[in-house]
Nanobody
Framework: QVQLVESGGGSVQAGGSLRLSCAASQYTDKSAFVGWFRQAPGKGREGVAGIYTRGRTTYYADSVKGRFTVSQDNAKNTVYLQMNSLKPEETAMYYC????????????????????WGQGTQVTVSS
């Protein structure tokens, strides 16, 4: 079983930055791909970014390209999401999830294809 713990959320003004962390108890074949998702009140959960922890391949939603960066520190079993130029509409609960890269390749935003989820961390962006 793989446990994921997010941290780093908080409140920031529009245009500000935050770095989220997703610490995994371990990476296995079924958890080598880590995705970041967010869910605003009353909306569905959407994919933000993803990274293959064994190959460093990264994926981004169009809405965050150029502003968000996903990275990893395998020595710490941690994936990061650096978020810059944040917008008020990006206020949401942010989650990390882990799954099998060969299942998720080409479908990294598919929620039901992930095997493990964290509990989420709240990000609030004020105008």
């Amino acid at each position: 079983q793989v446990q994921l713990v997010e941290s780093g959320g908080g409140s920031v003004q529009a245009g500000g930055s935050l770095r989220l962390s997703c610490a995994a108890s371990q990476y296995t074949d079924k958890s080598a791909f880590v995705g970041w998702f967010r869910q605003a009140p009353g909306k569905g959960r959407e994919g933000v970014a993803g990274i293959y922890t064994r190959g460093r391949t990264t994926y981004y939603a169009d809405s965050v390209k150029g502003r968000f960066t996903v990275s990893q520190d395998n020595a710490k079993n941690t994936v990061y999401l650096q978020m810059n130029s944040l917008k008020p509409e990006e206020t949401a609960m942010y989650y990390c999830a882990a799954g099998d890269f060969w299942v998720l390749v080409g479908a990294w935003t598919a929620l039901n294809k992930y095997n493990y989820w964290g509990q989420g961390t709240q990000v609030t962006v004020s105008s």
